[in-house]
């Protein structure tokens, strides 16, 4: 008969009818549905048995080293997939029993069990006047590691939309003022810039603008006192303005007399 349930002890001998009591206490177990093996921590290599193919171990211990992760990894091997492992132990009263219990704690962690906690249940071995019970149970993962399974994708609900529901008409958002033309500023007839003279027939009054402007004519009392308002004109003619008489005049020092020959008072033309 395959077995169901497992007692690892590293003891001599164990009473059947307490290891019976004490794992009834959390499973149905008949009384041929248990296995006990003693000198569990001399045995070499793995359990005896095939993987996936008991859903209760016990281990009951009095020794205060806690078993090797192999052992672990063995557990879960032969336990079935939401298979439960319950470790009993005794530690002596001196010690503060948090210590330990983190300690296994983790190792059961660490090898791959969940829900990890500490259980109130019967001592399978005599326990002794100095020493405390300490009861942990854990379980294997209801998965198979390398399993797959398809993902049912979720059914949203349909919205039913209509048509002519909170729609808005476009043309309406439109004002009467935002349907006139908008009237474009008139433009020059002489399409000429800033720098060109107006045309012939010249009706955009630029013709009138050029006739209030004043030339400045370069006079005697200029060339013998020449001034600066903007200090530049005796720099040259690339400091010059455009209505600055002393252009087409060499460079010279403000303040002293500039000799130019006769020519440049003759007018051109």
């Not at 033309?181 to 008139?186: F, M, Q, S």
């Not at 399409?191 to 009138?208: D, L, M």
């Not at 006739?211 to 200090?231: F, I």
């Not at 252009?247 to 008072?265: A, D, H, I, N």
Request: aromatic residues 6%; negative net charge; contains cysteine.
């Amino acid at each position: 008969m395959k077995q169901s349930a497992l007692l690892l002890t590293d003891s001599d001998f164990v009473p059947v009818g307490a290891a019976l009591s004490a794992i009834r206490g959390f499973q149905d177990l008949g009384e041929d549905d248990l296995l006990v093996i003693t000198r569990a921590l001399q045995l070499t290599g793995q359990l005896p048995f095939e993987p996936a193919s008991l859903s209760v171990i016990v281990f009951a211990s009095k020794s205060l080293e806690l078993p090797g992760e192999q052992w672990f990894e063995d557990v879960i091997r032969v336990l079935k997939p939401g298979g439960t492992i319950v470790i009993q132990t005794f530690l002596p009263v001196a010690d503060h029993g948090d210590k330990p219990s983190s300690a296994l704690e983790r190792k059961l962690l660490f090898a791959g069990f969940l829900e990890v906690h500490l259980i109130d249940m019967k001592s399978v071995l005599q326990p002794e006047d100095t020493t405390l019970l300490l009861t942990m149970k854990a379980k294997k993962a209801s998965w198979v590691v390398g399993s797959s399974f398809s993902l049912k994708k979720r059914v949203l609900p349909k919205i039913q939309i209509e048509d002519e529901l909170d729609l808005i008409d476009e043309d309406s958002l439109l004002t009467e003022e935002d349907l006139k033309k908008p009237e474009l500023p008139p433009v020059g007839d002489c399409e000429v810039g800033s720098t060109r003279k107006a045309c012939k027939n010249c009706t955009c009054g630029r013709a009138e603008e050029e006739q209030k402007v004043q030339k400045l004519a370069l006079t005697s009392e200029l060339l013998d006192n020449p001034k600066s308002a903007c200090g530049s004109c005796g720099l040259g003619d690339a400091f010059r303005c455009g209505t600055c008489p002393y252009r087409g005049l060499p460079p010279f020092q403000l303040g002293e007399k500039v000799s130019l020959s006769g020519s440049f008072l003759a007018a051109d033309i």
